[in-house]
T-cell receptor, first 110, second 114 residues
Framework: QQPVQSPQAVILREGEDAVINCSSSKALYSVHWYRQKHGEAPVFLMILLKGGEQKGHEKISASFNEKKQQSSLYLTASQLSYSGTYFCGTATIYGQNFVFGPGTRLSVLP | EAQVTQNPRYLITVTGKKLTVTCSQNMNHEYMSWYRQDPGLGLRQIYYSMNVEVTDKGDVPEGYKVSRKEKRNFPLILESPSPNQTSLYFC?????????????FGSGTRLTVV
């Protein structure tokens, strides 16, 4: 039931781009994205609802393909502050059964 | 400032000594939830509450209790803590039922049971 995230970890240089994927075996109502820095609480980035939408948050954007039950988080021109672990969270129909993915560790180096 | 406040931040206790971790939110959120975070296991839900006096089990409820007597507060109770409950705990709240709205997390409580 837990969504699958890929890759498990990624290392970038400042200014490079990254894509983090989240997929589920179940039909999804919504996908959330959170970032957690070491020793801190997860911080909500964005939510995508059923309907195939795409959203943006500064240089971080995401897409949701409900037919494939997949979401992707796009980080463009990465900054040092983007380092952390990114979690997706998925909910099935009507917002039930919300569960977090295992996380993707992103490291941005100078 | 809109926030979820958890206390304490750090707690070391002995096996079997009852403890309570408090959680309070000032955003008038209906939905509140407790998670534990363990290396390699991610964030797992312990209990959640959709409104006052309405609580339900999450994925890992054994050994925990909760109550929701007021909308803003959602304490987590460990009546007889054991070493396998050593973990990082997060309280979270949202406008409504899980999945429809984003979560705001508290700063976390690192619990060690010896």
């Amino acid at each position: 039931q837990q969504p699958v995230q890929s890759p498990q970890a990624v290392i970038l240089r400042e200014g490079e781009d990254a894509v983090i994927n989240c997929s589920s075996s179940k039909a999804l109502y919504s996908v959330h994205w959170y970032r957690q820095k070491h020793g801190e609480a997860p911080v909500f980035l964005m939510i995508l609802l059923k309907g195939g939408e795409q959203k943006g948050h500064e240089k971080i954007s995401a897409s949701f393909n409900e037919k494939k039950q997949q979401s992707s988080l796009y980080l463009t021109a990465s900054q040092l502050s983007y380092s952390g672990t990114y979690f997706c969270g998925t909910a099935t129909i009507y917002g039930q059964n919300f569960v977090f993915g295992p996380g993707t560790r992103l490291s941005v180096l100078p | 400032e809109a926030q979820v406040t958890q206390n304490p931040r750090y707690l070391i206790t002995v096996t079997g000594k009852k403890l309570t971790v408090t959680c309070s939110q000032n955003m008038n959120h209906e939905y509140m939830s407790w998670y534990r975070q363990d290396p390699g296991l991610g964030l797992r839900q312990i209990y959640y509450s959709m409104n006052v006096e309405v609580t339900d089990k999450g994925d890992v409820p054994e050994g925990y209790k909760v109550s929701r007597k007021e909308k803003r507060n959602f304490p987590l109770i460990l009546e007889s803590p054991s070493p396998n409950q050593t973990s990082l705990y997060f309280c979270a709240s949202s406008l409504g039922e899980g999945g429809r709205y984003g979560y705001t997390f508290g700063s976390g409580t690192r619990l060690t049971v010896v």
